[in-house]
């Protein structure tokens, strides 16, 4: 006999296997249009999810900045964490989060030991420091992107082909 946590893995498994079989047959059946509109429908449910967290992280920072400001802080530490661990770090970059009284900084070094960091200091309105977090986690994505696709360049300056 299956324990009940595999019967309940294997019907939500079935489940996303039908759902997803239903979106393929509604978006490749021959009526464009039809299709267009399984399309439309998906994407709308998508931004759906997406505003459903961003209003979940915004109570949650919401209720924490209630309690006390290091909570507070500590919430969007743990967010700022998550948000870093979803950017592709190159072999040989090495991150931290450092957060103090009231204060939050990323540093990060490159595989060349060159040192990068940014910081914020949250003003305890949620929808400012959830954007400031945002922020620095893009920052830091768009810094190690322009590292990794610059052109090399010589010890003179010269620009080498790539």
Known sequence: MKSRTKLDQERLRKKQEGEAQDYLDAVSQSDEAK????????GKEADKAEKEVQLKQFEEAQASVKRKKAEYLQYLGKLCYQLCQTIDWPKGYIWKLDIQEDK????FKDSKGRGYGRGIKPVGIPEFDLN????????????????????KVTDSGIILPS
Do not use: F, G, Q, S
Not at 134 to 150: F, G, M
């Open 35 to 42: 299709a267009a509109d399984a399309i439309i429908e998906k």
């Open 104 to 107: 939050m900084a990323l540093y």
């Open 132 to 151: 400031a977090v945002n922020l620095l986690a893009w920052y830091a994505e768009n810094t190690v992107d322009k590292l990794v696709h610059a052109p």
